[in-house]
């Protein structure tokens, strides 16, 4: 190859690789890998597993009237367990602000949550020999943000918020080697920290003068460099640069601040109505109003006591609707994300179509969720869930519900990167491929 | 035979001139790093000279896992001990400043400081007044060596 022959095909490979950078409606401007469609993307996990038969089939009537549109009365023998709300903070139903997928499905794997919460964040589906004890095996949707998206962000920018502790603090970044704690998300469980057990021990601590800062600092980065080994690069989990770790320290105490304040007591005026999963939106909330990150998963599980108590089910499946409305209205009412938003709400499975023994005081009895692997034999209907996705009108097909099966778990995190514009810098294999995702129809 | 014969030879006494030294472990080949427990129970003996209850201890625990950046809860969990009234840190440096940072060392690292450390945190204290020994603490406690034995 001649030179003018080989500078004329660098030439085009290098454009082919570097598109132009373009600026989107916002005035952000953006290395064009892939097209952003949205600068944030919030996913939350409804609600610890949801059966279709109480949400979007209503045969119990509307008991998320939040979400969907539809006046049906709440079966008489449940409706004196639904505990009182505050009036909704929308006008309408948030499905009149997107696409309603009704017939979505968790196709393959064990249906329980840890393994539910696992695919959604990592969009592959998992096995039996899932180790609940450790990080999971592929990337999450977070390191993938972290790692391809371009430019590339701090942690700051992505953030798991979950209801509990357990197995799900390991959820903000994989054992992958090639991903890891380096791509991770920022991860909080907001009810363990800003707690009174959290106070008692996190709550006062001494405040150093910058110079005094500046002293430490000078013996800590000698002592560093004399060591030679970096606690980060061990068991440190994820990693924020010291000025972002400045601002997440002001973020703690202000919320240690606001509780002893009393203005945590009641802040949705829901009185004692106001549970684990409202909290714990409540805290999301929080995170984006202070940092509005790019990507933000955030879950909710207390629909779970369906184990124990079908109406207990109903009535907290009733709270996380008000909760996903409040969230919407809190993103919609937040500079830097209003109408620049996609909110996916999705359950991580669904539940059994045959009830347990269990039987509670209203005479319903509990529900499981406990699908065969096999996909053939027993009860599948823990696989049947819905999946709603929200956003500006100019990005998402407005009031359009699908009731034909449509969509699958798997597809949320492919449908993430493309919507954050980093899709097409992830290697091939690792995700399905956006334009194979039904879950596409939902976009504009 | 061979090895009676062996086994029988005198053993020659051999004088080394040497002086005598310290044997003091001086390493920071430090591998292993503490688990949660240990780093929160040995900082809080540390800094308190007695055990943590059970009950702070499961506090401890608890917000530690609530909070993925891992440094970060350290640094305020260090930061809250050192806030506690009843946290055993010297107000002033000894006169002896070398005894102190040694003793500092030991504590926090379980080694003396090399003849380098030495000098240089002398050196900080001597030059800074904002190192007083609260700071000091603070920084060898909060260094990645402290968090590994």
Redesign the interface.
Known sequence: MDRKKFIKSVGLAAAGVFAAPYILPTGRLFAASGARKVNHVVFLLYAGGVRNLESVHMVDGNLMPNLLSGNAAISNDIVNSIDPLPPSVLGQPLQNFGTLFKEFRYKEGPTGHYNGHTVALTGNYVDVDLNIKESPRKPTIFEYYRKHNSPQQT?LNSW?VANT?GPY?AL?YSSDVNYGAKY???????T??ISP??F???????N??S??L???????D???Q??R????D???????TDNE?NL??QF?SQSYADAQSGLYNDPWSAGSSMNNDMYNVFFAEKIIQQFKPELLVVNMQDVDVAHFNFSSYANNLRKADYAAAHLWSVIQATPGMANDTVLIIAPEHGRNLNTNTSIDGNGRLALDHTAPVDLITGDQTAREIFCMVLGPPSVVKQGQVINTLYGESIEIAPMIANLLGFDTNIPGGKLKPYNLCEMGAAFI | MISTLLSCSKEKDVIYDVNAVNVDDNSIDKSRSKTTSEFISIAYADLFGTTISQSDLLKLNTVYTAFGDKKLIEDRIIKNFLNNSNVNVPVAYDVDTSAFVNAAYKKFYNRSANAFELYYVKEQIRLNANLQPIVLYYGLMTSDEYRYY
């Open positions: 942690a798991w502790l603090p903000n991770g998300a920022n991860f909080m469980a907001p363990s920290l057990a959290g008692d021990v996190l709550g006062n601590p001494r150093f003068t110079n005094e500046g002293a430490m600092y000078n013996i800590r000698f002592s560093d004399t060591f080994k970096s606690f980060v061990g068991s440190a989990g994820v990693t924020n770790a997440l320290q703690i």
